[in-house]
C-alpha cells in the first residue's frame, strides 16, 4: 500500500489534487480536551478556498469542557501540512487536522489541545534552550472479541472475551478449542499460533503507513489479547497528530475484522495493563542536547530535563494519566513505573534511559504516560517540566540501578511515587501548574476547564457501587 501522508504548499496544490484525485468529501478533524477525535464533512461542491482561509463554524458548547451555549461559535482552520486519504471512507475522502479558532479573538483557542502543543513548541524556540524537541510515543492496546458492561442503579458489571484469553482454555468451540494461547504475563513476543494477532497488527501497520505515519514494527504484548505498533518518532505537535491517526486506525481495522479494540490502561485484572512509553530528547542547531558524558552517556541537560519531570510527575499525572482506570495500571508488580527515578537498567523507574548505538539516539524514556492521555498535552506538558527543569536546574539525585521492588522497606521508602489515583493528581495538578504557564503554552481557564471534567469523572466512579463491594460486604 502507498503512503498518502499529503504535505501541501498552498490552496493551489490543494484543490489540484482534489481535482485530479476525484475526492468526494473532505473531512474536517480535531481534538478535544479529553482527547477524543471529532469530525465534520463537507462535500466538495461547498469546499472552496474562503473556508480553507477562513474556516467553518461550529457549535463549541456541544463539546466538552469548552464554551458556553451563550458564547458557542468556534472555528476550524484546516492545515495543509498534514493531510491523508481516509482508507474507512466508501467514497473518496481526505482527513485535513484542524486547528481550532476563536472567533472572539480571532487566535487559536486556549482551550484546543493542538494549539497548546503548538504554542509549547513555539515556547521552547522562543527560550534558546533547544530548536527541536521529539517524542517516540509507544502506545499499547488490547484487542477483545466482544465486550459487554452495564453501569444502571440495580446492576453494574462488565464482560470482555477473547479466544487469546487464558480462561478460555476449557471452553468449547465450534472448530474445537486448539489450547494455543499466552499464559497470564506470557505473551511477551511469543509465535504463532500462540500469538493469534500478528496479521491484525500487521494490517493496522500497513494502514497506518498508507496514512503518511513513519512506522516501525508490531508485537504482541505482555498480557494476552495485548498488542503495540511501533512508530517512528517526531515532533511534539507532529507525534500527537500521529497518535491521533494510530488510534483512529486501530480501533476501525480491528472492528472490520469483527473485532473491538480499547485503550483502556487496565481493562483486565491480574495481568499487565496498557502503557504509553514516551521517548524525549532535545535537538539545537542538529546537535542532539542530551548526549554527554554523565551517567548512561547523558547530558547534564538531559539530567536536569529529568529532574523537571520527576519534580512534576505528580501533576504530570493528571494529564498523562488522566483516568480513574489509569490508577489501576499504576500499582506494583505489573512492570508499572510507580516509582520517581531514572535508571539505564530498571525498567521499574518511571524514567529509563535506552541503550543506544550512536550520541544521537540518547534519549529519555518516561514510563508513566499511559494511551488515554491526550497526546497534545500530555507531549506539551512533559516537554515543559523537562524544560523547567533545565531553566532551574533540577538534579534527579542518584541513579537507581537496583531492583526498586526489591530495595529494604525504609530505602523504598525515600523514594517518591506518582499518584494513586486521578483525585491525588488533580490536587498535585492544581498545587503545582506555574510551569505549565511559562509563555502562556496553557492557561489558567484551560486547566480549571480541563480539571473539571475530570473531576466528574472521579466523582461518578467514587460515587458508583462496586460488585466487589457485594462479595466483601453483603452480608456483613
Not at 458489571?157 to 489450547?179: C, H
Request: proline fraction near 5%; hydrophobic fraction near 40%; glycine fraction near 8%.
Amino acid at each position: 500500500m502507498s503512503v498518502h501522508s499529503l504535505r501541501f504548499k498552498n490552496n493551489t496544490e490543494l484543490f489540484q489534487y482534489i481535482d485530479e484525485n476525484h475526492i468526494e468529501f473532505i473531512d474536517f478533524n480535531f481534538t478535544d480536551l479529553r482527547g477524543a477525535w471529532h469530525h465534520t464533512t463537507q462535500h466538495v461542491s461547498a469546499f472552496d478556498k474562503d473556508i480553507m482561509d477562513g474556516g467553518i463554524f461550529f457549535d463549541g458548547s456541544s463539546i466538552a469542557g469548552w464554551k458556553a451555549i451563550n458564547d458557542s461559535d468556534m472555528i476550524l482552520r484546516p492545515d495543509l501540512r498534514k493531510v491523508s486519504l481516509d482508507p474507512f471512507a466508501a467514497q473518496k475522502t481526505i482527513k485535513m487536522f484542524c486547528d481550532v479558532y476563536d472567533p472572539a479573538t480571532k487566535g487559536p483557542y486556549n482551550r484546543d489541545p493542538r494549539s497548546i502543543a503548538k504554542r509549547a513548541e513555539e515556547y521552547m524556540k522562543a527560550s534558546g534552550i533547544a530548536d527541536a524537541a521529539y517524542m517516540g510515543p509507544e502506545a499499547e492496546f488490547f484487542i477483545f472479541d466482544d465486550v459487554k458492561f452495564a453501569v444502571e442503579i440495580n446492576r453494574v458489571g462488565f464482560e470482555i472475551d477473547s479466544e487469546e484469553g487464558p480462561y478460555n482454555t476449557a471452553r468449547a468451540y465450534e472448530t474445537g478449542n486448539m489450547g494455543h494461547r499466552p499464559r497470564v504475563k506470557g505473551g511477551y513476543f511469543p509465535d504463532a499460533p500462540v500469538d493469534s494477532l500478528s496479521d491484525i497488527r500487521g494490517e493496522m501497520l500497513t494502514v497506518m503507513q498508507s496514512r503518511g505515519v513513519p512506522v516501525e514494527k508490531h508485537h504482541h504484548e505482555v498480557a494476552a489479547s495485548q498488542c503495540e505498533l511501533g512508530i517512528l518518532y517526531s515532533t511534539v505537535t507532529d507525534s500527537a497528530d500521529n497518535i491521533q491517526i494510530y488510534k483512529h486506525v486501530v480501533h476501525n481495522v480491528a472492528h472490520s475484522y469483527g473485532k473491538t479494540a480499547t485503550f483502556m490502561p487496565k481493562p483486565v485484572y491480574g495481568d499487565n495493563g496498557s502503557g504509553m512509553h514516551v521517548h524525549q530528547s532535545l535537538w539545537k542547531g542538529g546537535k542532539p542536547l542530551f548526549a554527554g558524558d554523565q551517567y548512561a552517556g547523558l547530558s547534564e541537560t538531559a539530567l536536569f530535563y529529568i529532574g523537571g519531570i520527576i519534580k512534576h510527575a505528580r501533576a504530570l499525572n493528571a494529564i498523562t494519566n488522566p483516568t480513574t482506570n489509569s490508577y489501576k495500571r499504576l500499582v506494583p508488580g505489573y512492570e508499572a513505573p510507580v516509582l520517581l527515578a531514572y535508571s539505564a537498567r530498571n525498567r521499574s523507574a518511571s524514567c529509563r534511559i535506552p541503550h543506544v548505538a550512536s550520541a544521537n539516539g540518547r534519549r529519555v524514556e518516561v514510563r508513566f504516560p499511559d494511551p488515554c492521555a491526550n497526546p497534545y498535552l500530555g507531549f506539551a506538558a512533559m516537554m515543559m517540566a523537562g524544560l523547567d527543569g533545565i531553566q532551574n536546574r533540577i538534579h534527579p539525585g542518584e541513579a537507581m540501578d537496583a531492583n526498586l521492588y526489591e530495595l529494604p522497606a525504609a530505602e523504598l521508602a525515600r523514594i517518591p511515587n506518582v499518584c494513586g489515583s486521578l483525585r491525588d493528581a488533580l490536587t498535585a495538578l492544581e498545587a503545582d501548574h506555574a510551569f505549565l504557564l511559562k509563555g502562556d503554552v496553557f492557561t489558567v481557564d484551560m486547566l480549571e476547564a480541563y480539571a473539571a471534567l475530570k473531576m466528574e469523572e472521579v466523582e461518578a466512579y467514587e460515587t458508583m457501587v462496586h460488585p466487589i463491594e457485594y462479595k466483601m460486604y453483603y452480608s456483613s
